[in-house]
Structure formats: structure tokens, C-alpha cells
């Protein structure tokens, strides 16, 4: 399933969808984002599953733009390259813009 963790407002749209089939819950972007945007949470979108996935905290859902902006200058970036998704093996995250 598609979590997608975020807003639009009159700028666009500022979503990260994390794939929780696959998330397994390494936690390895916890640390890997400088800031602070992910926790492990328990998974509520698979009762079968024993693993924690990997969340948007609730405090940067409300403001992704600016708390990724530091990742995304406006002279362009690299979306395979940002620490979050470089730390995701199993290449389960996204982010919309
Ligand atoms: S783009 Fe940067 S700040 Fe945003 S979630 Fe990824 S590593 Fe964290
Ligand atoms: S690095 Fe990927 S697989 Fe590991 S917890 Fe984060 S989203 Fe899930």
C-alpha cells in the first residue's frame, strides 16, 4: 500500500509516499535524514506484518517543503540522490515533487 504523507497548497504539492509492502523497517532512513523527517511506526496496513515501516512524523507532514528544502535547492536536484531515498534498500520511498 501508498502512504502518502504531505500537503498541496497555492505552491504545489508536497507529498512522500512510502511503499509499506516495501518497507521492512530497516529504520536506516531515521538517521540518514538530517532532518528528523522519519520515525518507525507500527504497521496498521498489514496486521500479518511483524515489522515496524517507516512514517512521516506528524510535525513535518504539515510542513515538507521547508523541511525538505535544504535537500532540494532551486537550481535543481537529484531525486535518486537525497539521503533518504539513497538509505532506502529496498527503494521504498518517493517523494511527489
Ligand atoms: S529530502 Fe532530505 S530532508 Fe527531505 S526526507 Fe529526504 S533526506 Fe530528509
Ligand atoms: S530505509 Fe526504506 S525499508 Fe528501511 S525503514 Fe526506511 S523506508 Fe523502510
Known amino acids: 500500500m501508498l502512504a502518502n504523507y504531505g500537503y498541496k497548497d497555492g505552491s ?23 532532518a528528523g523527517v522519519f520515525e518507525l511506526v507500527e504497521n496498521q496496513y498489514d496486521i500479518d506484518a511483524e ?3 517507516a512514517a512521516v512524523t506528524k510535525e513535518h507532514s504539515k510542513k ?3 523541511s525538505c528544502g535544504p535537500c532540494k535547492p532551486a537550481s535543481g536536484y537529484d531525486k ?9 534498500e529496498t527503494r521504498a520511498i518517493e517523494h511527489s515533487w
Open 12 to 34: 504545489g504539492e508536497f507529498f512522500i509516499v512510502v511503499d509499506t509492502d516495501k518497507c521492512d523497517g530497516c529504520g536506516a532512513c531515521v538517521p540518514a535524514c538530517p
Open 51 to 53: 515489522n515496524p515501516i
Open 64 to 66: 515538507l517543503k521547508y
Open 80 to 88: 535518486a540522490g537525497m539521503a533518504c531515498v539513497k538509505s532506502c
